[in-house]
Nanobody
């Protein structure tokens, strides 16, 4: 599976942005998709994850409420909708695919993921 994140850009604080993660291959629905981000000078952190079917999601406590993950398995794409953005949300956002289709506490661990895409930069101006 190859992943490509896109849709990043510059947005004002309080605004919204949706980034996408397009996957190659025919078995996209068998993979859970996780989203991570890495802010300048900081370690990469978990944002959330969605199960292979799209029926279950799991979020970092700090991301709940403002961020929503979805997927369209026909289009082989996952989405990260970000609302009420803050300058501290500025980061490179990455998507990753896990051969295990479920989500849970393990979704937070980077080593659970088998494939990673290049990130897309989101910059939130104050």
């Amino acid at each position: 599976v190859q992943l490509q994140a896109s849709g990043g850009g510059l947005v004002q604080a309080g605004g919204s942005l949706r980034v996408s993660c397009a996957a190659s291959g025919r078995t996209f629905s068998r993979y859970a998709v996780g989203w991570f981000r890495q802010a300048p000078g900081r370690e990469r952190e978990f944002v959330g994850a969605i199960s292979g079917s799209g029926g279950l999601t799991y979020y970092s406590d700090s991301m709940k409420g403002r961020f929503t993950i979805s997927r369209d398995n026909v289009k082989n794409t996952s989405y990260l909708q970000m609302n009420s953005l803050k300058p501290e949300d500025t980061a490179v956002y990455y998507c990753a695919a896990d051969k295990t289709p479920g989500v849970g506490d393990g979704s937070q661990r980077e080593y659970e993921y088998d494939y990673w895409g290049h990130g897309t930069l989101v910059t939130v101006s104050s």
